[in-house]
């Protein structure tokens, strides 16, 4: 097939903005039904206790109240929310109810829900709601879930879920590295408590159809198909009778639309009282509700010569994954340990990652999940050990970087999964040498650690491999219309990304039709197609995208077919112009569009794209800062993003998303921080408190992309491109921080680095210096 | 407990007379969304800190969330669908797609309510004055920096009088 770009790499201007910008965006709140009930969660006040009670007689008597479900309203066994990916046996016996029975184990967690006429009833009566909980002793940190004398599940044994191992190289040619290396240092590191916050909280609307016997549930994004799915098994339900209906969504960053509790509650309800039902979590309630994430400390060692050549590198690390095991909570633990080496030579690599349980909010995937982490340690060891060595910083990774000869690289298998990989395609010196070039490397480096107008100047550099385009497949229908316009099917979800401009950019060029021929894309809703497999890992574009692409094939394919027929020629003698309104061969032209053309009754192609193997692109970013060491504040000055992500098709769009998701990082690596006190209540359970950056925090982002390595595994040539924004900032800031702050001798070991923080440091440093 | 007994509010928005019987509790955002039926007011937090739920009330950019329906009582209110020229985008509309100034699409109303609200009171605002204004409404998908482009660019408009919709007062 021959392509002619002409939308694809261009900045069109996106689609889903014209109802967004007018207020028509059709968010789950925004859908009512008649006769639709209301429902609110009541949850635990208590991080961990036994339940003796749960008194629903007073809510239930309020006026407009309908139902009040606790887990004996469940039926014999109350319903587990499995693990969806990497499901392993160890860490199932550390699965969520769906309301809690016997123990509750963190402050938020699910004991009734209350179904009623209005909002304001349904929270009235949750007021009403007595639970009777014996508290029992909270564990809150690593050394508390290790020692064990507390336990979350004693039928497990233990707060220790599983250990992941991530192993390149033999453990022989480890233990030699270390044994034998000149040169080896040891650190220990620590990233806290974040969460993605998204502006819209999450919702569901489920509505039940007595007389089909058919559930119909809104307001499902990210993995609509997955939940889906699950929600029939949990219901004893075919999985046909349930219509899973993507809503346009406020934000998803990884967090959203895994499966919940409130994911079957709210249409169990739904089916047992016989209508529709509307849930809509408040602020507070998705502070302490959504999966939180990052929370993992690790000691990490490097081997290397004198030259600063790595030679190994190791860790124990363990994540704090809250109460109980979400769906994915695994992504970031393997992630963590299986990304550990990054774009770097390392030739030999073993990471242990434990799997632990506490009495805070369960932890999940969030964007760049584990490779933000891993990252962060990563890049700060380097410039330790850079420095203790002699060695320049940029020098350092320029040695170790792979070079275009060594790929694709290999990454370390993880155990128990056996999963590996390798990368795809790339050039990581390109990158990195364009990145110093457009921070001013040269000129810059001079102000690290000095003093200027009162504040400390840093400056730092570091470098990340993002994984993307995750199979197994996806699929894609494009309907050829009576009018000649084309509607694009695509089973990929809309997480606010701009999915459905870019989509219709590939069709459009792929069929060799302008823009507006473009009816419609819709996506990610079960009854679209087949089966779709959602948003996640920077997956939708190169997934979805190159599903497209094989349906415009095959839609081609089939207009060739029945317009050869009437032509009485072969399909191949065919050629379809004038942007597919007509077809001609042997002379003959034959009008396709229109009331007496071939697609009068519409004709439909479907399309598939399967792939086992992930695209990586890869980046570097730099920072610019300084540090007021009276008040440690830091002031970002500059900051530069340069990544490959192979194949561009919106550069507004792509953008769009590195900046907001480096701006998102920083405040994860700045301010954000969920922080519980000794109780396991949580402190920050507001906007208020919960600090997320503003307009005027970050202004000096700057964000290159390259396309000059395609991946060669998907026709498009793209990899995915949604998270490296976020992947090096903690450690980049972080580094930056040291380097302004080097005659203090501060090496920041833990996020976040707030002013407190960092003032701490400063004081605490081991090469004090007067202070201005 | 039970529920005190319903008040007939009166006001306009976007220039069209409404009365709504609400319980003194609903807040103006909720009334706006559920019983005028206008969703295009978010709301993101419900109290106060993200700005979603920013419209216009005689002139002022206010939060709806912390507001009560009844206190509306004699206002004129405006809100993102009172924006438009006509069907076509009004300028910061237009200027917000232009510089892509929005991803999900959440936080965009209460953007626009505010820069609207400020660009009718300040058409020359600098862009320090731009990022401080919108400080009160938080994004989590743009980083803000097409945000306040977007803003900076449709200044023109307001200046020549050309932006839709000016608050009544």
């Known amino acids: 097939m021959t392509r002619h770009d002409i939308l694809v790499g261009q900045p069109v201007e996106r689609l889903e903005d014209l109802r967004f910008l007018t207020g028509r965006g059709q968010y789950v709140d925004d859908r009512s039904v008649d006769g639709m009930l209301h429902a609110t969660l009541v949850r635990s006040a208590l991080a961990h206790g036994t339940i003796r009670a749960i008194d629903t007689a007073a809510a239930l008597a309020l006026p407009g109240v309908h139902a009040v479900y606790t887990a004996a309203d469940l039926g014999a066994k109350v319903p587990m929310i499995p693990m969806r990916m990497e499901a392993n046996a160890d860490l199932a016996r550390f699965e969520q109810p769906v309301l809690a029975h016997g123990k509750v184990r963190y402050v938020g967690e699910p004991l009734a829900l209350v179904v009623a006429d209005t909002p304001a009833i349904a929270e009235d009566a949750a007021g009403l709601v007595a639970a009777h909980i014996e508290p029992l002793p909270v564990v809150l940190d690593r050394t508390g879930a290790e020692r064990g004398d507390t336990l979350l599940f004693e039928q497990a044994g233990s707060n220790r879920g599983l250990a992941l191992q991530a192993l390149r190289g033999d453990a022989s040619a480890l233990d030699a590295a270390f044994r034998d290396a000149p040169y080896t240092c040891r650190r220990r590191f620590k990233v806290h408590r974040h969460t993605a916050a998204p502006m819209e909280t999450r919702g569901l609307l489920a509505e039940w159809d007595a007389a089909r016997q058919r559930l119909t549930v809104s307001g499902l994004v990210k993995v609509p198909f997955a939940i889906r799915a699950l929600l029939a098994t949990l219901l004893g339900m075919p999985e046909s009778a349930i219509d899973a209906v993507e809503s346009d969504c406020g934000g998803g960053f990884g967090m959203r639309g895994e499966f919940y509790p409130e994911d079957f509650l709210v249409p169990f309800a739904a089916r047992r009282l016989g209508r529709a039902v509307k849930w809509i979590e408040d602020r507070n309630e998705h502070l302490l509700a959504i999966t939180h994430a990052r929370e993992v400390e690790c000691e990490l060692e490097i081997a290397c010569d004198r030259d600063g050549t790595i030679r190994g590198l190791r860790g124990q690390g363990a994540y704090d994954l809250g109460a109980y095991i979400r769906p994915n909570a695994v992504t970031a633990p393997r992630n963590f340990a299986q990304m550990a080496g990054g774009p770097y030579r390392i030739p030999a690599l073993h990471m242990e990652v434990a799997l632990l349980v506490s009495n805070k909010t369960p932890a999940g995937s969030y964007r760049g999940p584990g490779r933000f982490e891993t990252d962060c340690f990563r890049e700060r060891l380097f410039d330790i050990a850079a420095g203790e060595l002699g060695i320049d910083r940029v020098a350092f990774r320029r040695h170790n970087l792979l070079r275009q000869d060594e790929m694709p690289s290999r990454l370390p298998i993880v155990m128990p999964y056996g999963s590996g990989g390798e990368t795809d395609s790339g050039n990581y010196h390109e990158t990195f040498e364009r990145c110093l070039a457009e921070i001013g490397w040269n000129d810059k480096v001079a102000l690290a650690g000095r003093q200027i107008d009162g504040v400390f100047h840093g400056i730092a550099i570091g470098c990340y491999i993002e994984g993307g385009g995750s199979g197994p497949r996806e699929h894609a229908r494009l309907v050829y219309e009576g009018d000649g316009r084309v509607a694009v099917h695509v089973g990929s979800s809309a997480v606010g990304q701009g999915l459905e401009t870019i989509f219709a950019q590939i069709a459009a060029d792929a069929l060799g039709l302008p823009m507006d021929r473009i009816s419609a894309v819709r996506h990610g809703s079960s009854g679209i197609v087949k089966m779709g497999y959602g948003s996640l890992g920077s997956r939708s574009t190169v997934m979805g995208g190159s599903a497209i692409l094989d349906a415009a094939n095959n839609l081609q394919h089939a207009i060739r077919t029945l317009a050869a027929a009437r032509l009485g020629c072969a399909p191949e003698e065919v050629s379809l112009e004038d942007g597919l309104r007509s077809a001609a061969a042997r002379g003959r032209v034959l009008a396709l569009a229109g009331p007496s053309g071939l697609a009068g009754g519409g004709i439909e192609a479907d399309g598939l794209f399967e792939n086992d193997r992930r695209t990586y692109s890869y980046g570097s970013h730099a920072a610019h800062l300084t540090v007021d060491a009276a008040t440690g504040q830091v002031r970002l000055l500059d900051y530069v993003s340069v990544e490959d992500v192979g194949r561009i098709i919106n550069p507004m769009t792509l953008h769009g998303q590195v900046i907001g998701a480096i701006v998102q990082a920083l405040g994860g690596t700045l301010l954000e921080h969920l922080v519980y006190d000794g109780q396991g209540q949580l402190l920050t359970g507001s906007l208020a408190s919960y600090l997320v950056p503003a307009a005027d925090d970050f202004p000096v982002i700057r964000s290159f992309v390259l396309e000059n390595h395609p991946s060669p595994l998907n026709p498009l040539g793209v990899k995915g491109a949604g998270e490296g924004g976020v992947i090096p900032v903690g450690g980049v800031i972080a580094n930056a921080i040291a380097s302004a702050l080097s005659s203090f001798g501060v090496q920041p070991d833990e996020l976040p680095l707030t002013p407190p923080r960092i003032w701490e440091l400063i004081r605490r440093g081991n090469a004090p210096v007067a202070l201005p | ?169």
Not at chain 2, 90 to 110: D, E, I, S
């Open chain 2, 1 to 169: 407990m039970g529920n005190p007994p319903a008040r007939t509010v009166r006001f306009t928005v976007n220039g069209v007379p409404a009365t709504v019987e609400v319980e003194p509790r609903l807040t103006l955002a909720d009334c706006l969304r559920h019983a005028l039926e206008l969703t295009g007011t978010h709301v993101g937090c419900e109290h106060g800190v993200c700005g979603a739920c920013t419209v216009i009330v005689d002139g002022r950019a206010v939060r709806s969330c912390l507001m009560l329906a009844v206190q509306a009582e004699g206002c004129a209110v405006q809100t993102v669908e009172g924006l438009v020229d006509g069907e076509a985008l009004g300028p910061l509309q237009a200027a917000f797609r232009r510089h892509h100034a929005l991803q999900c699409g959440f936080c965009t109303p209460g953007m626009l309510m505010t820069s609207h609200a400020l660009l009718s009171s300040e058409p020359d605002a600098d862009v320090a004055r731009v990022r401080e204004a919108l400080s009160g409404n938080l994004c989590r998908c743009t980083g803000y920096i097409g945000i306040v482009e977007a803003v900076l660019d449709a200044r023109a408009a307001y200046k020549a009088g050309a932006g839709k919709g000016r608050p009544d007062r």
